[in-house]
Nanobody, 120 residues
Framework: VQLQASGGGLVQPGGSLKLSCGAS????????MGWYRQAPGKERELVAT???????NYADSVKGRFTISRDNAKDTVYLQMNSLKPEDTGVYYC???????????????WGKGTLVTVSS
């Protein structure tokens, strides 16, 4: 099972980016999916999560600016980021809670991260 994130890049303050993260491999179900980020010199922090039923949760710092969504048919989670600020700069990591075929217990899988830089 692998997660592949894409969509990062350099954007000016106030701009927008959309991140994508798709799961590949053999698995039974994907439960929660989400995004974390890690700024230089800081710990990794939660950005947003979404359940299979599409209930969402956001960090206070991104509420009203970021939107998480998912396409269960494509095993993909998205993060639409608007009104970006310099403090949103960091490496964004996607994760998914996946139950592999033949198992009963789901496990967390992580993508390698995609860099988002917000700077003028």
């Amino acid at each position: 099972v692998q997660l592949q994130a894409s969509g990062g890049g350099l954007v000016q303050p106030g701009g927008s980016l959309k991140l994508s993260c798709g799961a590949s491999g053999r698995f039974a179900t994907i439960n929660d999916m989400g995004w974390y980020r890690q700024a230089p010199g800081k710990e990794r922090e939660l950005v947003a999560t979404i359940t299979r039923g599409r209930s969402t949760n956001y960090a206070d710092s991104v509420k009203g600016r970021f939107t998480i969504s998912r396409d269960n048919a494509k095993d993909t989670v998205y993060l639409q980021m608007n009104s970006l600020k310099p403090e949103d700069t960091g490496v964004y990591y996607c994760y998914a809670d996946i139950r592999r075929l033949g198992t009963m217990t789901p496990m967390n899988y992580w993508g390698k991260g995609t860099l988002v830089t917000v700077s003028s």
